[in-house]
């Protein structure tokens, strides 16, 4: 079987797909596909002329996994970088204000009845929105509103 042939049925294995109409995502997660394939097949091939056993070697699913942990690896690892951090801060006064972000607690935390109270604060509206609240959820550290016709203080913790 030719090498045209073996790549394409690798690809049709593991394929990268989502449904998108962007034809630009549609050629990135190919191409990305493709350098798996490709890659992998040379790494088959080192091994086999080194002399490995077959056991050592891994399954294609195995290699897509593991260079996935050390993309992701090396992502983790960089944000340490200066580098990387004076790139961002350059972006910054470019993109202007940012809006603060609060974490979401877990579902299980959220709907905690007992736990929750409202709590009524002299702020009109939380940092970063739009809006006119001034209930806070004590426990989830989240602005909500608290409305006749709309309850999304309720809606949020059920």
């Not at 004076?86 to 007992?114: C, F, I, W, Y």
Request: hydrophobic share 35%.
């Amino acid at each position: 079987m030719g090498g045209v042939d073996l790549v394409d049925r690798m690809i049709s294995y593991y394929r990268m797909s989502a449904r998108t109409k962007k034809w630009t995502m549609r050629i990135i997660m190919h191409s990305t596909d493709l350098a798996l394939a490709n890659s992998w097949l040379l790494y088959r091939k080192d091994l086999t002329v080194c002399g490995a056993p077959k056991k050592s070697i891994m399954q294609f699913l195995e290699f897509r996994t593991e260079v996935a942990r050390t993309l992701l690896a090396q992502h983790h690892s960089q944000e340490d970088d200066t580098s990387l951090s004076e790139l961002s801060e350059g972006e910054d006064s470019k993109q202007g204000k940012k809006r603060m972000v609060t974490a979401v607690p877990h579902v299980s935390v959220r709907r905690r009845a007992n736990a929750h109270l409202p709590e009524m604060i002299s702020l009109k509206n939380a940092a970063g929105c739009t809006g006119r609240t001034r209930v806070h959820c004590t426990t989830c550290k989240v602005f909500l509103c608290l409305q006749a016709d709309r309850n999304c203080y309720t809606a949020f913790h059920t």
